[in-house]
């Protein structure tokens, strides 16, 4: 089962400026408390031909769409393509991928999101990672803490301590999540798995898998 829990197994870095970010680590939160520190450093490498540099702590590629609206805090990457639309809010710590949408009235925190991901409607996303071309419906959220406030356990097996008491959810690539739909703290779903509409969703599903309404119903796509 940890396997598939491993960063090779769930995302193509060939999609991400960020690829460096996941160097020596083995599963994808372990990037969590150094992606601060990774947009600062990378930020200063990136040409002035091919990005604006509007803050101390944004760039933003010359080619990406800010609405006037929207609210951008550092440190943030905006890569090539990118759009950023009507209200969004980014509270810091961001990197949206070459071709990605960030939606009206979303909001993201402390976040990596690969090339091509969509978070279109009404999205939160804080403490994750979303891989190639995943898809968040409207009004699907990550949960990054959990109600007691302990640390977050990966429900995998007899369970893997994170020590991090902040992990929303790890999309692997090409994730469909439903709208409406909660992803609880320490969700991992694989890739090319498909998240009905208003799901709650804890643990780890398997790639290629359908998750139902109804907590725990996970079917097989059938190739």
Not at 1 to 26: C, N, V, Y
Not at 77 to 88: K, N, P
Not at 99 to 107: F, H, I, L, R
Request: charged share 20%; hydrophobic share 40%.
């Amino acid at each position: 089962m940890s396997k598939q829990l491993e960063i090779a197994s769930l995302f193509d870095l060939s999609h991400t400026i960020a690829a460096a970010l996941f160097d020596g680590k083995t599963y994808p939160w372990e990037v969590l408390k150094d992606i601060k520190g990774f947009i600062l450093h990378l930020g200063a490498t990136l040409s002035a031909d091919e990005f604006d540099h509007p803050a101390e702590d944004i760039w933003i590629a010359r080619d990406a769409k800010v609405a006037p609206s929207a609210c951008l805090n550092g440190p943030l990457i905006v890569d090539s393509g990118a759009e950023i639309r009507h209200c969004a809010f980014v509270r810091g710590s961001a990197i949206v991928g070459k071709n990605a949408v960030v939606g009206n009235s979303c909001e993201l925190k402390n976040c990596v999101l690969f090339d091509n991901v969509q978070v279109p409607h009404f999205n939160y996303v804080g403490d994750s990672v979303l891989g190639y071309k995943a898809h968040m419906g409207a009004g699907s959220v990550t949960s990054n803490v959990k109600s007691d406030k302990k640390n977050i356990v990966i429900h995998s097996g007899s369970g893997i301590e994170t020590g991090l008491r902040k992990i929303g959810a790890m999309l692997g690539d090409r994730v469909e999540v439903g709208c409406n739909s909660v992803l609880n703290p320490g969700t991992i779903i694989g890739r090319d798995c498909i998240v009905y509409p208003t799901s709650c969703v804890r643990g780890v599903v398997p790639e290629r898998h359908i998750y139902k309404r109804g907590e725990g119903c996970v079917e097989r796509i059938m190739d």
